[in-house]
């Protein structure tokens, strides 16, 4: 709907608020090493959206695993305002691919999204608020009830994104968040989790395998080279307007030059190029 | 079409059981003798005995005693597992310890028992617990070993840690697998209480069908054995009931996936 050029893309003059610095990660012990991550080198700033594109197998879960803390780089370190991340830190939330074992599937929607919150850090009262407007953000005021079981693939999404607005993150780091459910659903929960960030104020750190996607929703998309000893290709700024739509940014010229540019670079990379 | 064919098996049940009960009922009016005894008197024995009689002193006492003994094995089998479920050293110190102790056939160990802790309810109770502990136990380690790697990042991701990741984590994900040890042992947990009522013993179910042999008392010998039937039924019900109310997230209907 948006054709007129109202750009509120990325503040470049913005705070950097998470730092990726010569990253790497190797698996495996004596004899059989392997290097997964090579040198990963990445600034995000303040309210950017990014999108992390590559090759199948070049380690983008891996990369997004370290960054977050949950897996322990073999050499280099990520930041959060300056403070290196040794395990999740506060102000920093992860959603996962695989939402089916992300939910407690003991807990109602309710449950699981207050889970997120620290205790006795807000009032009862205002710990059951934070909870219900998180949820009514995605959409599912009438199913706080509910059981994860009792809800399809793309509701239970929701609840994931839910549960990580709810803890009030600076930055939202999101492992193929859209990959298990179906495409319309798929193009649904991406204009959400734009929408939530844009209104929630969180910078998000977003890793596909769809170059669509990742062009559509991003502020900048990084494309990685192929694994082993995976690095940054190339980062490209996508200067598309906000807010986005599905039909009409698609439509657009830069869309497709990107997309094609990309496309390209992913081809090149790919294990069964050359 | 369902209802109809679910109606025709529940008949057909029903239809097998008054006809099972009725061909013992014949069988053992005919075959009258010294082992077998007619089926009319068994019931009038049982009547006498536990309806009455051994209610308090026998009955009573070998519930209590089969409850404290499967209360303290959950209580031990879920303690313990979670603590080596949860440190892999201690899991790699004590695997072969527990795997000894528990191929030990717990009869044997009952003249040791005898030995250590006499003839009371301690002796009992502590045999009926170290005899259906390991199901329970090791089914809990197992459990926590094979956390779900998501569920584990999840919790890592909100910073859930400690008690709470026990209390709110560790303890729900491993739940079915508690009750299926739980369930596992529950016929364990009978079978010790009568063996241990049976050696120096001057109370309990077990006693008296011991007792009663001796005595030639065969009527109530057969209504102790009978009323054995029915507490396996009715404990194995209830438990199924208890489980059911507990694993409804877990059991829930069209389950195709197990997350645990």
Request: glycine share 8%; charged share 20%.
């Amino acid at each position: 709907m948006t054709t007129t050029d109202s750009t509120t893309s990325a503040p470049h003059t913005a705070t950097t608020i998470l730092e990726v610095d010569d990253l790497a990660v190797t698996y495996g012990g004596r004899g059989n090493r392997v290097e997964a991550i090579g040198k990963i080198d990445l600034k995000v700033r303040k309210d950017e959206f990014i999108c992390i594109v590559g090759p199948s197998g070049c380690g983008k879960t891996t990369l997004l695993k370290a960054i977050a803390g949950l897996l322990p780089p073999s050499r280099g370190r990520s930041r959060l305002h300056g403070n290196v991340i040794t395990r999740p830190p506060a102000g920093l939330a992860v959603v996962f691919q695989d939402y089916g074992r992300s939910l407690f599937p003991w807990m109602s929607v309710r449950q699981n999204v207050a889970l997120a919150l620290r205790r006795g850090e807000q009032g009862r009262a205002a710990a059951r608020k934070t909870v219900t407007d998180s949820v009514a953000a995605v959409g599912l005021s009438d199913f706080i009830d509910h059981y994860p079981w009792q809800l399809s693939g793309g509701m239970q999404q929701r609840v994931a994104i839910a549960r990580a607005l709810a803890c009030k993150p600076e930055i939202l780091l999101l492992d193929e968040p859209f990959a298990s459910v179906d495409a319309l659903v798929r193009s649904e929960l991406e204009d959400l989790v734009l929408d939530v960030c844009a209104g929630y104020g969180v910078t998000a750190l977003l890793v596909t395998h769809d170059i669509d996607e990742a062009v559509y929703m991003a502020d900048r998309v990084v494309v990685l080279t192929k694994a082993p000893a995976t690095s940054v290709r190339k980062e490209i700024v996508v200067d598309l307007p906000r807010p986005r739509n599905q039909l009409t940014t698609k439509t657009r010229a830069e869309f497709a030059t990107h997309r094609a540019e990309i496309y390209q670079m992913i081809v090149d990379e790919s294990p069964a190029a050359r | 079409m369902t209802a109809i064919r679910q109606r025709w098996l529940i008949l057909l049940e029903a239809g097998a059981t008054a006809l099972i009960v009725a061909v013992v009922w014949l069988y053992t009016n005919v075959a009258n003798g010294i082992v077998v005894v007619p089926a009319r008197r068994i019931l009038g024995a049982f009547r006498e005995e536990w309806l009455f009689q051994h209610f308090v002193t026998d009955l009573l006492p070998s519930l209590e005693r089969l409850a404290a003994g499967f209360a303290l094995a959950t209580l031990l089998g879920v303690g313990v597992g979670l603590l080596l479920g949860s440190f892999d050293t201690l899991y790699l110190i004590w695997q072969p310890v527990v795997n000894f102790l528990r191929s030990i056939p717990v009869v044997s160990l009952l003249p040791l028992a005898l030995v250590v802790l006499g003839t009371d309810n301690t002796m009992k109770i502590t045999v009926i617990a170290y005899a259906t502990c390991w199901p329970i136990l090791l089914n809990t380690t197992d459990g926590v070993r094979q956390l779900d790697p998501t569920l584990d990042m999840t919790a890592r991701v909100y910073r859930i840690t400690g008690v709470r990741r026990l209390v709110r984590v560790v303890l729900p994900a491993v739940s079915p697998r508690i009750f299926a040890g739980m369930r596992a042992t529950l016929s364990y947990a009978l079978l010790l209480l009568v063996v241990s009522e049976m050696i120096g013993s001057t109370s309990g179910v077990g006693f008296r069908i011991l007792t009663s042999e001796q005595t030639y008392n065969i009527a109530n010998m057969w209504a102790g054995i009978l009323l054995l039937g029915i507490i396996g039924n009715v404990v194995n019900v209830l438990f199924v009931f208890a489980e059911r109310r507990a694993l409804r997230w877990y059991l829930r209907p069209g389950l195709s996936e197990v997350t645990v």
